[in-house]
Each structure stands twice: as C-alpha cells, then as structure tokens.
Nanobody, 126 residues
Framework: QVQLVESGGGSVQAGGSLRLSCAAS??????????MGWLRQAPGKEREGVAI???????MYADSVKGRFTISKDNAKKTLYLQMNSLKPEDTAMYYC??????????????????WGQGTQVTVSS
C-alpha cells in the first residue's frame, strides 16, 4: 500500500502561483520507478489529468496548463510537486495526487492509477 498526502492548496487571485506537494509513505521502496500524476476535478465536471511524470522523468501536460504548470518529483524525499503559475479561475478544482507502480505512464493523461491522495482544494478568483 502507498499513502499519498497532498498539501499546498489554497485561494489565490488570477495570475498568482501555488505549489502543490504530495508526500508518499508506506510501501515506497520503489518510488523512483513509479508513474505519478496530478489530476483535478471541478464541481460538476469530470476528473481530468493535469500532468504526469514517469520513472524516467518524461512529462506530459494537459493543453490547458501547458507553459503554466510544471510537474516534478524528488525521489529522495518521495515527494511529487506541481508548480502552478499564471493561475486562471478555470483552474479552480480539487487537485489529487496519484501513483502507480509502473515505470511508464502507459495511457498518458488517462493512465489508471492505483493509489490516490485525499485531494487539496485550489481556488482562483478573478
């Protein structure tokens, strides 16, 4: 089992920045080999993949966040990050961290993850 705990959400004005973190614990001896991702869900909308990173450091982003968001991971700290810049009101959502014990994120932003965090709320006001 892998436990994931997100932090760093909050309220910010449009144009502002936030940095989300996701700390992993439990069965994490293979953390460096995991596919990891950030997903979000806004009220009344389906959950969508925001960004993923595989064990080789390859990343993929949703078109809506390209150039504004950056996903990264620190294998030594077993922590995943999402740096969010130039935030827009449409970025408002619950953001979830997810993990899978696979070296590749084989389905890209639609990858099916085995482990999920509880979510952290991001609210962007205009």
């Amino acid at each position: 089992q892998v436990q994931l705990v997100e932090s760093g959400g909050g309220s910010v004005q449009a144009g502002g920045s936030l940095r989300l973190s996701c700390a992993a614990s439990g069965y994490t001896s293979g953390y460096a080999r995991y596919c990891m991702g950030w997903l979000r869900q806004a009220p009344g909308k389906e959950r969508e993949g925001v960004a993923i990173i595989d064990s080789y450091g390859s990343t993929m982003y949703a078109d809506s966040v390209k150039g504004r968001f950056t996903i990264s991971k620190d294998n030594a700290k077993k922590t995943l990050y999402l740096q969010m810049n130039s935030l827009k009101p449409e970025d408002t959502a619950m953001y979830y961290c997810a993990a899978d014990m696979d070296v590749y994120c084989r389905a890209g932003l639609s990858h099916r993850f085995d482990y999920w965090g509880q979510g952290t709320q991001v609210t962007v006001s205009s």
